[in-house]
């Protein structure tokens, strides 16, 4: 057997096993007959089956968190809490092929990039980049102290801040990149010194659990993370409006973060929600259009398009219009849509056969509205749900498509003319999203000033917009609020206190 060959076996004998709920350390039983079961996307078999908390286990949950909390854990050192963060990045890197495995079966995102890469090899590095940045804050997340104010009659008053873990967090998990979320969302939150209860979603409820099993062989004390797989509309809301919840870190759509808004409103929950994008991509014709081609390509068919900062609208000059649409031609003429374990494919399934049919429906619009078919446009019959790598070139923006997220590999051309910038940023700022923009051009000076005016909580030049633990990552508009990441995404796990003293 070849190591390929014994991970997939391993994943499939996890994801075969019973699954529970796991809550304060143990593995219990959801107090509902719902089940899960999870489609494999490349195949359409189901290939696990899990169960679904009711809204009680959730309550369950978040007692076990509090209990945890509020008993020791926001207090352990933070020197251990790093410490324990490093043990769970050592035993993701050594089990990093198995979760890139999980994730494969369960959401269809590739297994490998190439043949020659170690398996799994770029996810697992993106996760380990992730969880060391975090594991170095604990040590040095800090309030502000001021110098002694001189008050009359002789006193005088020391004012100083402090930072506290916020308590209870809700992690709300999409499907399109499962351990990567998981991991974005409670690694952060246990530097900090909360708790945690994840919902993975429905479409993907494997890798969560392994990775619920790992948090404790790292040591993590019971309570500090608990996982229930359970549905949106009932575990995912018992969240969002439980009382001990204190923040919810949320990654999906816009109008379920609309819902989770006015749940969360009613206890004023602390908030990061990360929706959806509609991300411009301007090519200018002096920039280096290999590179930006490359770009497009990679990012806007990688993970089959489902991607929240996929370049959905691409913006080029006029004049290179025809030459960058050939180049990005003949770079995806090499995509192989299949399985996204068989290491002879570039480009995986979309989550779920309806999402397939939506894809397909609005290509279909987009034609009879009419957007010309540069490549692509049809589904792909596999017997999963396969959608092919999809170029279309319209005119102008005044069609549904270059305003609706499609997540999926469909992207847009519009021509633009340098000597109406004006109306290219109008263009590029006409949708309800904010998340990302990308600017391609020699000229700096100009790519600048165009980042000043984008609407988009990440600006790029001559690169793609990407995730770097280091940097902060989120939307404005309806793409989303708060920051993870950085800093700031730090910082949002905690409440500040401010403490005024007589001295
Ligand atoms: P989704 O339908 O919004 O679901 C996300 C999560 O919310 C799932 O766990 C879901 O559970 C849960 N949920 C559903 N209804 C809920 C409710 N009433 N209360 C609380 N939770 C509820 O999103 P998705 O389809 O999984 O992901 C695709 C979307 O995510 C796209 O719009 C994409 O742009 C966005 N996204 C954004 C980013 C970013 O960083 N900005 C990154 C990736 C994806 P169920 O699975 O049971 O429905
Ligand atoms: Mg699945």
């Not at 590095?125 to 997340?141: C, E, N, Q, R, S």
């Not at 797989?229 to 870190?249: D, E, R």
């Not at 849509?337 to 309806?354: E, F, H, Q």
């Amino acid at each position: 057997m070849t190591p390929f060959d014994q991970c997939v076996e391993q994943a499939c004998r996890f994801a075969g096993r019973p699954h529970k709920l796991f809550i304060n350390g143990n593995w219990v039983d959801s107090q509902s007959d719902d089940v899960i079961r999870s489609e494999n996307p490349s195949t359409g078999d189901i290939w696990a089956e899990v169960q679904a908390a009711s809204v009680q286990d959730v309550d369950d949950a978040a007692n076990a968190a509090q209990a945890c909390f509020a008993g020791s854990w926001s207090r352990v050192r933070p020197k251990e809490r790093e410490r324990l963060l490093r043990r769970f990045a050592e035993l993701v890197e050594q089990n990093g092929d198995l979760i890139c495995a999980l994730d494969a079966h369960d959401s269809g995102r590739l297994f490998s990039g190439s043949r020659n890469q170690r398996i799994g090899d770029a996810n697992i590095t993106t996760l380990l980049d992730t969880i060391h940045y975090f594991a170095g804050w604990p040590t040095k997340v800090s309030g502000q102290s001021f110098a002694l104010v001189d008050q009359p009659g002789g006193q005088q008053k020391s004012m100083q801040s402090i930072r506290e873990p916020i308590g209870v967090v809700a992690c709300i998990l999409p499907w399109n990149a499962p351990a990567l979320f998981m991991i974005n969302k409670v690694v952060p939150a246990l530097a900090a010194g909360c708790t945690t209860i994840v919902k993975p979603a429905e479409q993907t409820p494997v890798s969560a659990l392994y990775l619920a099993e790992l948090f404790r062989e790292a040591g993590f004390p019971d309570g500090t993370v608990n996982v229930i797989n359970g549905y949106g509309h009932v575990a995912g809301a018992a969240l969002s409006s439980h009382p001990l919840v204190k923040k919810i870190s949320f990654t999906g759509s816009t109008m379920v973060g609309q819902r989770i808004s006015q749940a969360a409103a009613a206890s004023f929950k602390r908030l990061t929600l990360e929706l959806g994008g509609k991300t411009a991509f301007i090519v200018m014709d002096d920039a280096d259009i290999n590179t930006a081609a490359i770009a497009a390509r990679l990012t806007g068919y990688g993970n089959a398009g489902q991607f929240c900062m996929c370049p959905s609208r691409l913006f080029v000059e006029e004049s290179i219009r025809d030459k960058f649409i050939e180049k990005i031609a003949a770079l995806s003429s090499d995509i192989v849509v299949g399985d996204a374990l068989s290491p002879d494919t570039n480009m995986g399934p979309v989550i779920t056969r309806k999402d397939r049919d939506r894809i397909a429906s609005m290509v279909d619009t987009a034609r009879q509205e009419g957007a010309d078919v540069v490549f692509g446009g049809d589904i792909v019959d596999h017997g999963g749900n396969f959608y092919q790598p999809t170029l279309l070139h319209h005119g102008n923006t005044d069609i549904s498509i270059a305003r609706d997220e499609v997540f999926g590999p469909v992207l847009l051309t519009v021509p633009f003319r340098r000597d109406n910038l004006d109306r290219l940023l109008d263009q590029a700022n006409e949708t309800r999203f904010g998340l990302a923009a990308s600017v391609w051009t020699s000229d700096l000076s100009t790519a600048r000033r165009m980042t000043e005016r984008l609407e988009a909580g990440i600006c790029t030049v001559n690169m793609h917009p990407g995730i770097d633990p280091m940097m902060e990552f989120g939307g404005i508009k309806d793409s989303g609020i708060g920051r993870e990441f950085g800093k700031a995404g730090m910082e949002s796990f905690y409440e500040s206190k401010s403490i005024h003293m007589m001295v």
